[in-house]
């Protein structure tokens, strides 16, 4: 690449690069590896691991991960509205 032009190289400095963008539902797509940058998303990677896995394979999550998580879903759902709005008429 020519000075001062746009190049194809990536860069190896994180401080220079854009924060990676999350699937909407969070993990890897595809089963890649991707930087987990939020609590909830490395929870959902580590159940997502033992996917196909025998039924009943535990996944080691901390009591701490558990509560943060009920914690953070509650938050969640307090946020959204109690009713749904609907249009008439409906099928």
Do not use: F
């Not at 025998?54 to 999550?61: A, M």
């Amino acid at each position: 690449a020519a000075a001062g032009g746009p190049s194809n190289v990536n860069n190896s400095d994180p401080a220079q690069q854009p924060p990676p963008q999350a699937p909407v539902g969070g993990g890897p797509v595809g089963g890649g590896v991707a930087l987990l940058n939020d609590p909830v998303d490395v929870i959902i990677d580590k159940l997502l691991s033992v996917r196909g896995a025998r039924p009943g394979k535990q996944v080691d999550l901390s009591e701490a991960e558990i509560k943060m998580l009920c914690l953070r879903s509650r938050d969640l759902l307090i946020g959204q509205p109690m009713l749904l709005e609907l249009e008439a008429p409906i099928k």
